[in-house]
């Protein structure tokens, strides 16, 4: 972490328009905020999850109030690894949701179709019901991050046609659920790298990226950020 941050804050020039998130495990989160404040660059701290209060009291737990404490903004959720080892169901990402924008966390909350799903043409039914988990109050305070399982570390990547088709299907939905006319960004993730990160960010439809395994590299993720 020391090396990464060392390393991106020394070779990104932070856009105002295209904020540089750092979400590490847990157990780093607090050295990786003092660390960040030392950079001096504007690098936001993010935390991979949080814990439903609906599960309180609940030993080794990482609720939105200590995330907030430990100098995070943002926070992960709903991520298929967790939807799919942890059951995770809307109603507890529901909570996670409402708990973390109670504490001023602005959630990154994932959506995506499983390769069964997609190739029985259930995609959009699939979005919807997940998007069930987001109160309509909260829709604008959040950012939506479309993730396909099947794309997930996979090295498999949609086109961007594709992508694009979804993105527009998912702001649609959005806007049909809220009241507000606010502008509902909508990022990707799922295999992003260097061959393809230009071609997805340049997308009008594609509000940034959700960076897995490219990110692990600070050299591929400076490039990544700089020339998205």
């Not at 157990?27 to 030392?38: N, R, V």
Request: aromatic share 8%; hydrophobic share 35%; net charge negative.
């Amino acid at each position: 972490i020391k090396d990464w941050v060392e390393f991106v804050s020394h070779n990104i020039e932070i856009n105002q328009g295209k904020e540089c998130i750092l979400c590490p495990p847990t157990c780093y989160l607090d050295f990786t905020g003092s660390f960040i404040k030392q950079s001096n660059k504007n690098i936001k701290l993010g935390s991979q999850n949080c814990d439903s209060l609906l599960s309180a009291p609940l030993t080794g737990g990482t609720d939105s109030k200590m995330l907030k404490d430990l100098g995070c903004e943002f926070v992960i959720i709903g991520h298929s690894e967790q939807r799919i080892h942890l059951k995770e169901s809307n109603q507890i990402l529901s909570d996670k949701l409402k708990s973390s924008v109670d504490m001023n966390l602005k959630p990154i909350f994932c959506i995506g179709e499983s390769l069964q799903q997609k190739e029985a043409n259930q995609t959009g039914d699939i979005l919807t019901e997940q998007l069930e988990a987001l109160p309509n109050n909260l829709f604008h305070e959040c950012i939506i991050a479309y993730e396909p399982v099947w794309a997930i570390g996979t090295g498999k990547n949609a086109e961007i046609s594709y992508i694009e088709e979804i993105h527009t299907f998912i702001k649609e939905e959005i806007k049909n659920k809220s009241s507000s006319e606010n502008y509902i960004s909508v990022v990707y993730g799922g295999s992003v790298n260097l061959d393809n990160c230009k071609e997805i960010y340049s997308s009008d439809k594609v509000d940034g990226l959700l960076i897995g395994g490219a990110s692990l590299d600070s050299k591929t993720f400076t490039k990544i950020y700089n020339i998205s």
